[in-house]
């Protein structure tokens, strides 16, 4: 260990001495005597690393941004309170493992032990808050749990549009914007129509979800202009959002390894930001030694693994919201139809700081089910959400803090009790040799109905209670010697057709089809055939549609150049790859849209249905009748790829053999605050970086159709040798750190955006041998630090 930088910091609250090892890569690896000390640490050194990034989630998710940052926030603040945890909190801590409340209070007491350091020293704080003169709030333990609206639940935007979608057109067309599997007819309940849930319902659900954005507007923004800023993020984004949130994940038996090892693989897909939504960390203390990837504002992990286990996770389909429609009484609105009666809505006032005024006082109402997202007088309608976030045991991914701590696959399929939200696809593997895959999450059990519309929020719609974990999907070492997920559509073909409903919504199979195919031609799998699998590039629209074109015939002119082009291309959207920069403009600007303009001849209609179901309009396409003829569809093929070559001519150059997708497709990391940064030299985001990949390839890589700007992919990714450890490796994007000044920053960005990969280290001595600086923390009364 040579060139360490080390510091000693003496800390009170800590009750024995213990350290913070970083290792190059900006990875942490946390020491500690006790697991009290070892939790308080890694709150200590969240705040080190993030202290801006989830001081502002913790506002947001609170509603107190207003303070901080004037009138403007003042309509999100209002939002995000409807979706906080307000239930008991006694029967909240026991809903997790049976030390969660002393885990998180050791937490909180760490991130505040950090912000006192920055009371003593300003001069530790991130520019951000020098930016807006703003200060770091002290937190609660219960500030862990009670912020619901980050996690990923699903499906009340969808029953609204869906709802709206009807008014207009048929179930057919509203197909075209989400398939429905398995297939069921979704057919409004007796007393509702479209017109009880106008698209307006959907406003307080999106701001309460929303990211914080900063506009030099929006924060000049006067009382006046309040409910203005009630569309920070539209209704697309908000779609948009949820299309492209998922992630990878599969779990390789002994059996078909080369090592005779298993090996996990996981890597999660979110919105790409800075610093990244996931901090890698290593968590050491007697009886507990985990490492991997989490929120930083949250302790523990859920992605990683200990001594003797790995674990990874996606987003699974189960269907964790619906939304209620009630009938108010005549002359008086605060009345609702329940059951035999009438019950009151709950109205509460509720005051909020904000930044250059007096407090102000808005009123928050709820139902019986949940949060009132709109009301209308005149029809006598008001409707709520009722959602899994607002019950005992739901804060985001919190249930980890059991199965981290498992030894073996069989025991954290049994902790999985514990899991609440956001709903997932489990994958885990032991030393042992054993694998699994566990689907986990409430899952409301509905007897009536299928919560694919609004349904009455009379008593006539009830859940009635969740599916067991038995009555949920799984696998213990299946015959195919693999497990993997990928946000598909996996229910069991053999599930029957009257057993409870899960889920009817899916990601496009894609990236699932495309690791599945690899995994089954794979007898010997090994570490770096799994990275590989990580950053596959493959299209499966794209190898779908050039087939199409070999029978469409030619013609002069730019289709027969394009068709040259796409002939001899193998699919994959490299970065450097001439042919993958024409499809994707092909498919993404002229012929998906055209297929959407087909299918909805109304352009409102289309907007509803936007970015479109992609397995739906490639199994149009494909099969041809009864959607047209298949020289209409022929015709549609060629002159949408002639205008995309025009385009791609327009946007790359006259000469074809220097296209490349790379050019177009460019990763940036953007700074939520750059747009306000008052010096034009610097700046905070990172990139931009020439990425291959889309979102219909296992390198998940999403994009902004205007300008390309890839805003969604992997915020993380992790492949483990589960016995090896030390061979395990990870990337993080862009860096660990979120100080703009940090080593640890951007670091990490140019290795992502190339495929590469970092060592995820373990053993002490390999761990010591990598350290670059050394924190030892020591206990203290109350001294400073030097």
């Known amino acids: 260990m040579t060139d360490v930088s080390t510091q000693t910091i003496p800390l009170p609250g800590l009750s024995a001495e213990g350290e913070i090892r970083v290792d190059r890569w900006g990875i942490p690896h946390i020491r500690a005597s006790n697991e009290a000390d070892l939790f308080f640490l890694q709150g200590f050194n969240a705040a080190r690393d993030r202290l801006w990034q989830i001081d502002l989630w913790r506002k947001r998710g609170l509603g107190l941004l207003a303070a901080d940052f004037g009138p403007g926030y003042l309509a ?17 801590w026991r809903a997790y493992a049976d030390d969660t409340r002393e885990i998180c209070t050791a937490f909180a007491a760490g991130v505040n032990a950090f912000i006192a350091r920055c009371e003593r020293e300003p001069e530790r704080l991130a520019a951000e808050f020098a930016l807006f003169d703003t200060k770091p ?55 509702i129509t479209s017109a009880d849930v106008p698209l307006e319902c959907i406003r307080l659900f999106k701001l309460a979800t929303a990211p914080v954005t900063f506009e030099r507007e929006r924060l000049a923004a006067t009382l006046d202009d309040v409910w203005r800023w009630t569309e920070v993020t539209d209704l697309g984004e908000v779609v948009r959002r949820a299309a492209e949130e998922g992630s990878n994940n599969w779990a390789v038996h002994p059996s078909r390894t080369r090592s005779g090892r298993p090996i996990l693989a996981s890597d999660p897909h979110r919105a790409h930001a800075v610093p990244s939504l996931r901090y890698l960390v290593h968590l050491e203390a007697p009886g507990l030694d985990v490492i991997g990837a989490g929120e930083p504002s949250a302790p523990g992990i859920s992605i990683g693994h200990n001594a003797s286990l790995a674990f990874g996770l996606t987003i699974f389909g189960a269907d964790q919201e619906d939304v209620c429609v009630y009938e108010t009484k005549e002359n008086d609105p605060d009345l609702y139809c329940y059951g035999d009666g ?82 997932v696809n489990h994958v885990a593997a032991d030393t042992n040799g054993d694998i699994g895959w566990f689907t986990a999450g409430f899952t409301p059990r509905r007897l009536n109905w299928h919560g694919l519309l609004p349904v009455p929020g009379d008593g006539t719609h009830e859940w009635d209670g969740f599916l067991a974990p038995e009555e949920l999907p799984h696998a213990f070492n299946p015959e195919r010697g693999f497990v993997s997920s990928a946000n598909e559509m996996n229910l069991p073909a053999d599930r029957p057709t009257d057993a409870p409903t899960i889920g009817h919504e899916w990601a496009d199979a894609s990236r699932a089809r495309r690791i599945e195919s690899v995994l089954e031609r794979d007898a010997s799998h090994t570490l770096e055939a799994s990275m590989a699998l990580q950053t596959d590039t493959h299209s499966r629209p794209a190898a779908v549609l050039t087939s199409l074109l070999k029978g469409a015939g030619t013609s002069d002119g730019e289709p027969s150049r394009a068709i040259a082009l796409l ?9 450097d790859s001439a042919a993958a920069a024409l499809f994707e403009v092909w498919w993404m600007k002229h012929l998906r849209p055209a297929v959407l303009a087909r299918a909805a001849p109304d352009p409102a209609l289309r907007k509803l249905l936007l970015p479109g179901d992609f397995d739906r309009m490639l199994s149009m396409l494909e099969d041809a009748a009864p959607f047209w003829t298949p020289l209409e569809r022929d015709a549609l093929l060629l002159a949408t790829l002639a205008d995309a070559w025009s385009e791609c001519e327009k946007r790359l150059g006259s000469e074809p ?129 030097p």
């Open 76 to 92: 999100q603040d209002h939002a995000a309170r409807h979706f906080l945890y307000r239930g008991d909190m006694d029967a909240e």
């Open 137 to 191: 709030l002290p937190w609660e333990p219960a500030d862990v749990v009670r912020i619901r609206s980050h996690a990923l639940t699903r499906n009340g935007v969808s029953e609204i549009l869906r709802a709206n979608v009807l008014a207009m057109a048929d179930a057919e067309a509203d197909l075209m914007r989400f398939e429905i599997d398995p297939p069921v007819e979704p057919r409004f309940a007796d007393g």
């Open 342 to 423: 009438w019950e009151a809505i709950r109205r509460t006032q509720e005051r909020f700081a904000v930044r250059g005024h007096e407090d102000q006082h808005l009123t928050l109402s709820f139902t019986r089910h949940g949060p009132v997202l709109h009301e209308d007088t005149g029809r006598r309608r008001a409707v709520a959400l009722r959602t899994v976030w607002l019950l005992p045991g739901s804060a985001a991914y919190l249930g980890s803090l059991s199965y981290m701590r498992e030894a073996t696959t069989v025991a954290f399929a049994a902790s999985l009790d514990h899991w609440g939200t956001p709903s």
């Open 567 to 575: 002939s001899s291309w193998n699919h994959h959207l490299d970065a």
């Open 657 to 785: 053999s220097a296209w490349c997708w790379g050019t177009l497709h460019r990763a940036v990391f953007e700074h939520e605050a750059s747009g306000v940064k008052p010096r034009a030299d610097t700046t905070w985001d990172v990139g931009p970086l020439p990425l291959g990949g889309s979102r219909s390839t296992p390198m998940h890589a999403a994009y902004r159709l205007d300008d390309f700007v890839v805003n969604a992919g992997a915020s993380v990714r992790l492949v483990m040798d589960v016995g090896e450890w030390d061979a395990s490796v990870c990337i993080n994007a862009p860096g660990q750190s979120g100080d703009s000044q940090s080593l640890h920053y951007a670091d990490l960005a140019p290795l992502w955006s190339q495929g590469a990969f970092v060592p995820l280290l373990y053993s002490r001595a390999r761990v010591d041998e990598a350290t670059q600086q050394l924190i030892r923390l020591v206990p203290s009364s109350g001294g400073t630090a």
